[in-house]
């Protein structure tokens, strides 16, 4: 982790109030996990106080190269937004765990809501070059200008389920609507019964008899505590990246502090990934 100056060599808005940056970060060189993250100072002075938290969306193709992807929300990202070309950003980073794929998992679900879909691009290729049998992705949106990241994991081999509030692109609902359909295609019981339509379904489950399934979420809470429930019903592995407010960033302040089943965590130095089963609610 470092703090470094990153010099904006791309700020482009790629639909209404989504921006991609692309940084080049003065002498970096360190490995970069996806879901890590940045803290960004989004001014050019001390206003906001607060650096803000952005994901690393991507890398590449040198070490010191890396993309962002944020939505204006407020007065932080409102300024990054309009920060120009080869101007400078001051950034800490990479910051937190990261995701980490056990290497019995082949097949992978992954689901974001709204700006969840900054992180899973960046998992997305890792996956696509090292693990892949099949990576399903399901993007949740308010509106079809709000559907961001689809090319990209097209390109990368993935099934790609889009599901929006209003339905003006794809299914109409919300993204956990799509994850019990999606599971389905792990259901490989010979005799063609399913957990969807059988009484014993409380016996037999996803995760019992195909465990090389893992789920990777990013989203608000409400996503992520029904991808829990739907993720603890069949026994799935899952990993979510937490979208707690932040203070330092490093670990220092509490300001980020969620409930597990060991005990109070950060979510900027133990997190922002957790395995979902951990979090207590
Ligand atoms: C680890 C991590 C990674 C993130 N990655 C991304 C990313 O890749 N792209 C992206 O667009 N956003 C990301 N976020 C969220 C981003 O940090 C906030 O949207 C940003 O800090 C808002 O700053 P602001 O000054 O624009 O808004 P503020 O003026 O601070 O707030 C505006 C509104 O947004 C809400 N808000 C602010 N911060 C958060 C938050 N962390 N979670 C939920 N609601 C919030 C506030 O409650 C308020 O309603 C990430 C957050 C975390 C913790
Ligand atoms: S933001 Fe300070 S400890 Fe996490």
Request: proline share 6%.
């Given at each position: 982790m470092i703090r470094t100056k990153a010099e904006i060599l791309v700020n482009q808005e790629?639909?209404?109030?989504h921006f991609k940056v692309v940084l080049k970060l003065e002498d970096f060189s360190e490995p970069i996990r996806a879901g890590q993250f940045f803290h960004i100072r989004?001014?050019?002075?001390?206003?906001?106080l607060l650096r803000r938290p952005i994901s690393v969306h991507r890398t590449g193709p040198t070490p010191d190269i890396v993309e962002i992807l944020y939505k204006v929300v407020g007065k932080g990202t409102r300024l990054m937004s309009r920060r120009s070309k080869n101007t400078y950003l001051d950034a800490i980073g990479p910051l937190g765990n990261g995701f980490k794929v056990p290497k019995s998992q082949s097949n992978f679900i992954l689901i974001a809501g709204g700006m969840g879909v900054a992180p899973l691009v960046g998992l997305c290729e890792e996956l696509a070059k090292f693990r892949k049998r099949s990576i399903t992705v399901i993007i949740g949106a308010k509106t079809k200008d709000c559907v961001t990241c689809k090319r990209e994991f097209k390109d990368l081999g993935a099934e790609v389920i889009v599901v929006t509030d209003d339905g003006?692109?794809?299914?109409?609902?919300?993204?956990?609507?799509m994850l019990e359909p999606a599971l389905?295609?792990?259901?490989?019981r010979k005799d063609g019964s399913s957990p969807y339509t059988t009484k014993d379904t409380a016996q037999i489950t996803i995760g019992d008899y195909c465990p090389e399934v893992g789920i990777y979420a990013c989203g608000p809470t409400a996503m992520l505590k029904a991808v829990a429930k739907i993720a603890k019903y069949h026994r799935i592995q899952t990993q979510a990246s937490l979208e707690e407010r932040m203070g330092?960033?490093?670990?220092?302040?509490?300001?980020?502090v969620v409930k597990t089943r060991t005990g109070y965590k950060r979510v900027c130095k133990d997190g922002p990934v957790f395995d979902l089963e951990d979090l207590i609610w």
């Open positions: 790629i639909a209404p109030g989004a001014g050019s002075d001390y206003d906001p003006s692109e794809g299914e109409k609902g919300v993204s956990t609507d389905k295609q792990f259901d490989l330092c960033g490093i670990g220092a302040c509490l300001g980020c």
